[in-house]
């Protein structure tokens, strides 16, 4: 006798369409909970994959075939794609189309091992292993060639960051593990068959529900802001990159009067006790040579300028090029000009520490896949292209460089762009020391859509993980300062020129995440190896098994 997960039937009307409406309605959850839609409707994202769950239970029960099921989770998952992140197309279409399509296609990836493991092993070794497989995909979503870590679900909660203060013990995958545990138990509770009376079978979701609220509550309650003080100011010239900003673009504003700019917001807020001065990614953005970087009439022109403010110091971003004297001594990354000979060309923070005082130069380590970064395998086919501009990956370093500013107190992690989307990644710049994190970006490239939004909020939470206060520079964007509680305390408008200026506290403790690192992603991917082992031996001993 078949049981009740594999028996089948026939759906006619309402019960045919039924999949693709409940794969319509919680890739919509989804969407609906997500940053930034009001902070109070993240809740929604606790209840969101209900409706897939019981899509798939549907699809079991009718006796539908792995490749139905792949159908209905694709459908759901690219919907979800598509409505939280389609604003990628308007750096780039074909990127943005390609971020969805790709992404939802890999994402299929952790919930068809959950339905085979299911199928093979049995509902309760399968529902266990359904976050198993979805986070250890999370943590190699972090860290691979085509790293694209937008949509990990622990992000989820940052507009609602008062629901995960906890994060400073688990990093947001540990937000992944809450919204997985959550899900699966409201789905047991509304769909699998219990003979628990009701109220009892309500018991687990609302404590696996309440408590981490009720923990989060009780840590925001009690948190003080920690470490000496010191005045910054974040800078947002709102140099349009589509038109303004590079040389090749049609309303191209010379670079020395971007400079100038730049300059004029930053007297606008600066005082006697300023210490530190934030300009964004790319604020210089011509070519600049590492090895006779002083010697850049522009960079003389920024001493000059600091020379006129004793004490001021000057984090900006630029493109900055580095030369290797030998093959042997040159990078993966670099290639080669006969003018120059091997060069890396890399997004780079630098800071200048007085007028005189020698710079430090940080290279973007996280990239941006198939923008910024070729995957190894296409890297040295298309370093040997030339296509009129740059092409290739952008050179990067191993090692998270703190700048270290004449206060002693005074210790920031360069984080550009992209990289403040990375929990443990940012954790790195406060085990070496770092007591604030700057972030400085431009999103201008995404126009006025939900991505510079997301990208700001997804900041709070690395200011949750490391209780560390965060001062964000944005060309066009959001530029802000954010508390350790994750609190956005001042942000400039969008799209205007703006100059901010905020006392941040330095906060010299380590959290438990910080000292730890990442405990959850990597102990899932272990157990994701076990399972599929443990599946896949299921599925040959059924092989065997004689039909009867």
Not at 41 to 66: C, D, F, I, K, N
Not at 76 to 85: D, K, R
Not at 176 to 201: C, D, Q, Y
Request: net charge neutral; charged share 15%; proline share 6%.
């Amino acid at each position: 006798m078949a049981s009740p997960e594999t028996r089948t039937s026939s759906p006619t009307g309402l019960a045919y369409w039924l999949p693709s409406l409940l794969a319509l309605l919680s890739a919509g959850l989804l969407w609906l909970g997500w940053p930034v839609h009001p902070a109070g409707l993240a809740l929604v994202l606790l209840v969101a994959w209900v409706p897939y769950l019981r899509l798939e239970q549907l699809l079991t029960q009718r006796g539908a075939s792995g490749w139905k099921v792949f159908r209905y989770t694709y459908l759901c998952l690219v919907l979800w794609n598509a409505f939280t992140t389609y604003w990628v197309s308007y750096s780039t279409l074909g990127g943005g189309i390609t971020a969805v399509v790709c992404n939802a296609l890999m994402m299929c990836a952790p919930v068809m091992a959950f339905y085979h493991t299911k199928r093979l092993a049995g509902p309760a070794l399968g529902y266990f292993s359904l976050p198993v497989y979805w986070i250890a995909f999370e943590q190699l979503h972090l860290h691979w060639d085509l790293t694209w870590p937008w949509l990990t679900l622990g992000n989820g909660f940052a507009q609602a960051n008062y629901l995960v203060q906890w994060y400073e013990y688990t990093g947001f995958l540990g937000g992944s593990v809450w919204m997985w545990l959550v899900n699966i138990l409201v789905f047991g509770a509304l769909f699998r068959s219990s003979a628990s009376h009701p109220v009892r079978r309500w018991l687990a979701p609302a404590a696996a529900a309440g408590l981490p609220m009720l923990a989060s509550f009780l840590i925001g309650s009690q948190y003080q802001e920690k470490g000496k003080t010191a005045e910054v100011v974040v800078v947002q010239p709102n140099v349009d990159p589509f038109l303004e900003k590079f040389s090749s673009t049609p309303n191209f504003i010379p670079y020395d009067e971007q400079i100038t700019r730049l300059i004029s917001l930053t007297e606008q807020q600066l005082t006697p006790q300023t210490k530190l001065v934030l300009w964004p990614e790319t604020a210089l953005e011509e070519s600049y040579f590492e090895q006779t970087f002083d010697t850049n009439p522009k960079v003389f022109r920024l001493r000059s300028w600091l020379a006129t403010h004793p004490g001021l110091e000057l984090i900006t971003g630029i493109t900055s090029v580095t030369t290797y004297p030998t093959k042997e001594t040159a990078t993966p990354t670099a290639r080669f000009r006969d003018d120059l000979g091997f060069y890396d060309v890399s997004n780079t923070a630098v800071h200048l520490p007085g007028a005189t005082a020698p710079v430090t130069f940080y290279h973007k380590s996280r990239l941006v896949p198939g923008v910024e970064k070729v995957p190894v395998a296409l890297a040295k086919l298309v370093n040997n292209i030339d296509l009129g501009g740059f092409v290739g990956s952008y050179g990067s370093q191993e090692e998270r460089t703190v700048f270290r500013t004449s206060d002693p107190n005074l210790r920031l992690a360069p984080s550009i762009c992209y990289e403040s989307v990375y929990g443990d990644f940012m954790a790195e710049y406060m085990k070496n020391g770092a007591t604030l994190i700057g972030i400085i970006t431009n999103d201008g490239w995404w126009s006025d859509s939900p991505g510079h939004e997301q990208h700001l909020q997804y900041a709070t939470l690395r200011a949750i993980e490391t209780r560390r206060d965060v001062a964000r520079s944005a060309n066009t964007g959001i530029s802000a300062f954010i508390n350790q509680k994750g609190e956005i305390v001042t942000r400039t408008g969008w799209w205007v020129q703006a100059a901010s200026r905020h006392t941040v506290h330095l906060n010299e403790e380590l959290t438990f995440y910080v000292r730890h690192g990442e405990l959850i992603g990597p102990a899932t991917q272990v157990l994701a190896v076990v399972l599929l082992g443990f599946t896949a031996v299921q599925g040959l001993r059924r092989r065997k098994q004689p039909a009867i």
